[in-house]
């Protein structure tokens, strides 16, 4: 495997925090999620439907779910910090079998859960475009360097693909976690999004809000799914390792990818 550090990148982002009050509020009605009820909606196979909107939508849509859902707290309260670094081929061979829409595609990075102390190698994989998986390995926290247990896991679940990964988008955003109380439903609602290469290329995505709805298959009617379209959320496949190639490659082709990156200037 290639070096994931050779370029000598920390992770360095400095973002221009929205006003979270309104949805801190907003979450007022959610009970707080229990350690039982959190193993109980892993969904690591899962159908995956994702909306984009403004993050001043939010507020409303939540108010819609009342206490449908509990909210995953981290110490410091209901909205947590997350910050990844995918890898892909110099290609970007991920990239490409996003845009295309291959039926098998992966997606490799490191993530760090700041709030929590932990950091893990995942591998989320696509083998149609609806079910997800996601496999994943601890390590300890910060580290960003494979360890030969985690090389193992990579050449698991990745092949030969696995050799020629390097370091390409750096992605931090802020989380709402939500989880079905009486539904097996997981819903996480990101925003303060911003993107960065290991080159120092930067964009910053603004008021953008991602909403991702995860079932073990797609329900259109759950609470979440209903409020969703009361407030006018559209649906819109966009991935936020895709977008971050996107708008900090300007050379790639992403013609297919256009009607999701105009949504998200329109915002």
């Known amino acids: 495997m290639r070096d994931f550090l050779g370029s000598g990148v920390r992770w360095d982002v400095s973002v221009a925090l929205l ?6 509020n907003a979450l007022r009605a959610a009970p707080k999620a229990s350690p039982e009820l959190l193993q109980a909606r892993a969904l690591l ?26 909210a995953l707290w981290v110490p410091g309260g209901p909205i947590a910090t997350y910050r ?12 490409h079998d996003h845009r295309r829409s291959r039926r098998l595609r992966h997606k490799a990075r ?17 083998r149609n475009d609806l079910v997800t998986t996601k496999h994943r390995i601890e390590v300890p926290y910060g580290v960003e360097r494979p360890t030969e247990a985690v090389l193992e896991f990579l050449r698991e679940q990745l092949g030969n693909l696995a050799c020629d990964l390097v370091p390409t988008a750096y992605v ?14 997981r819903v996480t609602i990101d925003f303060d999004l911003e993107v960065s290469t290991p080159e120092g290329d930067r964009h910053d995505f603004g008021p953008v809000a991602i909403v991702e709805v995860k079932q073990p298959c797609l329900a259109t009617t759950t609470p979440i799914m209903r409020a969703l ?5 559209k649906r819109r496949s966009l991935s936020k390792y895709v977008a971050a190639v996107a708008v900090t490659h300007p050379a790639v082709r992403r013609n297919r990818l256009l009607p999701s990156l105009r949504a998200i200037e329109r915002i």
């Open 110 to 126: 490191v993530r760090h859960y700041p709030d929590r102390g932990q950091t893990f190698f995942e591998v989320k994989s696509k």
């Open 84 to 95: 990844s670094l995918y890898f892909d081929s110099p290609d970007l061979r991920c990239f």
């Open 229 to 233: 379209a009361a407030e006018g959320v």
């Open 45 to 70: 196979r899962r159908t995956d439907t994702k909306f984009v909107t403004d993050v001043a939508r939010i507020p409303a849509v939540l108010e819609r779910i009342g206490g449908a859902y509990a």
């Open 172 to 185: 931090h955003y802020r989380r709402i976690s939500l989880l079905g109380v009486d539904v097996n439903e």
């Open 19 to 24: 006003s979270v009050d309104p949805i801190a």
